[in-house]
């Protein structure tokens, strides 16, 4: 599972995972995408994080759609919770 953070054509950020293939976060700052992966408890995340929103990588023109379409349905989708292992346990 990977995320990529893209600025959208409105300035602010959004971040596209990999394993829904769409857009978790949407309309979001620096600081609060900042915050979110700081709340992943790992210095890697922040880093990457910070590392990527240097990038200024901008929305692809068919991520844009999926935003307008997150934005319709009032919520984006979430990641579901990360399974342990061989035994199915999750985190949450």
């Known amino acids: 599972m990977a ?3 893209e600025r959208q054509s409105n300035g602010k950020y959004a971040i596209f995972s990999t394993r829904l293939h769409d857009y978790v ?8 995408i900042e915050e979110l992966y700081a ?16 990038k200024d990588v901008p ?18 989708p979430k ?3 990360e399974k342990i292992g061989r035994t199915g ?4």
């Open 3 to 5: 995320w990529r953070i």
């Open 25 to 32: 976060v949407i309309d979001a700052g620096a600081e609060q």
């Open 39 to 54: 709340e992943k408890g790992a210095k890697v995340y922040l880093a990457s994080a910070r590392a990527q929103i240097e």
């Open 59 to 76: 929305v692809p023109e068919e991520g844009e759609a999926l935003i307008e379409a997150s934005r319709a349905r009032g919520e984006t």
């Open 79 to 81: 990641e579901p919770p």
């Open 89 to 92: 346990f999750s985190l949450e």
